[in-house]
Structure formats: structure tokens, C-alpha cells
């Protein structure tokens, strides 16, 4: 009898659906890499990545893990200045030709309760590759009210010394300390 009940939980268990696991991938439009800092002590200087190649995030909710990938296309730097976009596409700054992207890789989530909290991961810059934290302040997912496809945005943050990611040209003003945001809406594959 115990037999016919444990080869009936094997079944079972063979026929249940494996883990929840769900792939979003980055909308271009509303997906969105940013950067501010220090001029001079007295004003910040902000700009943006028009342009991220893949932004892909596998979650597990009910298991509390998942993965992401981003990758930042970095001649796409927009600082709303031409001149000084190109000098930071240059080889005193980001070396586009050489280093022609970003990258932040994790697969390890921190959950609140029921809330995704913080991605820890490795950001390269440059080819230097260091591990950091992207604190999530906001994660939500809806359906999207227009095309009724399932979707999920993010806010996200972290905080560099650009110094240690190559990034060590002496600029009169500009500050080493570096914040980093990470905006994404991303639909389910």
C-alpha cells in the first residue's frame, strides 16, 4: 500500500508545473538608464543612455529570485550639451570605440515581504567590473490598460566613485561620486 501511495506523489509531482518563473523584457521606450554628478559643489550634472540594447529580467516571485540583464549602448551618452557628449564618448571618458557598452548582471534578489527590494549584481564600466546594490523603490506590475498585455515597472538605484570603474580623468569640478538610476517597464515574453 505504501508503495501504490509514493509512486501516485512521484506522478504527482512529475505532472506539477515547475517553478513560476516569468521573463519580462525591456520596453526601449520607457526603459531608461540616467547618471547625476558634483559640478563644481554647487549644481549637478545629469544625463541619460538614449539606448538600451537588452534589459531582461527573469523573476521568480513565489520563490523570491530571478535575474537581471542590462546592457547600455554607451555612445548613446546624453548630457543635452553635443560638445560635451562627445567629449564623454571619447577616450578620456567612456572610450565608446573601445567599451561600447554597459552592463549590470544579477541573480540575487532581496524581497520585503512580497516586495522585490534590491538587486545585487555586477556593473561593468569600462571593462572593470565591480559588485553593487540597486536599491528598488518602486516595483509594480499591471496589465497594460491599452494592448492588455502583462507588464511590470521598476525604479531603481545605486551610487558609484566613477575613479573605480576607469572613469579617472581629472575634470576641474566634477565630482568621483556618481548616482545611478535604472527605469524599466518590461513586458511579459
Not at 77 to 101: A, C, I, M, W
Not at 146 to 164: F, Q
Request: charged letters at 25%; hydrophobic letters at 40%.
Amino acid at each position: 500500500m505504501y508503495a501504490k501511495a509514493a509512486v501516485a506523489l512521484v506522478a504527482l509531482a512529475i505532472n506539477l508545473p515547475a517553478a513560476a518563473q516569468e521573463v519580462y523584457v525591456g520596453d526601449p521606450g520607457h526603459t531608461i538608464a540616467s547618471f547625476e554628478t558634483g559640478h563644481l559643489g554647487i549644481s549637478w550634472v545629469r544625463g541619460r543612455f538614449n539606448k538600451t540594447t537588452t534589459a531582461k529580467v527573469v523573476l521568480d516571485r513565489a520563490a523570491r529570485k530571478g535575474t537581471i540583464d542590462v546592457v547600455i549602448d554607451t555612445a548613446s551618452v546624453d548630457t543635452g550639451h553635443s560638445v560635451r557628449d562627445q567629449h564623454l564618448r571619447g577616450n578620456e571618458y567612456f572610450d565608446v570605440e573601445k567599451f561600447p557598452t554597459i552592463t549590470f548582471k544579477s541573480n540575487s534578489f532581496r524581497f520585503e515581504g512580497a516586495n522585490l527590494a534590491a538587486a545585487d549584481g555586477d556593473l561593468t564600466i569600462m571593462g572593470v567590473t565591480k559588485p553593487v546594490t540597486l536599491t528598488v523603490t518602486m516595483f509594480r506590475c499591471i496589465q497594460h490598460p491599452v494592448n492588455k498585455k502583462d507588464m511590470c515597472g521598476a525604479d531603481a538605484h545605486t551610487a558609484i566613485k566613477r575613479s573605480e570603474f576607469g572613469l579617472k580623468r581629472s575634470a576641474v569640478g566634477i565630482a568621483d561620486d556618481v548616482k545611478i538610476s535604472i527605469q524599466i517597464e518590461a513586458y511579459k515574453e
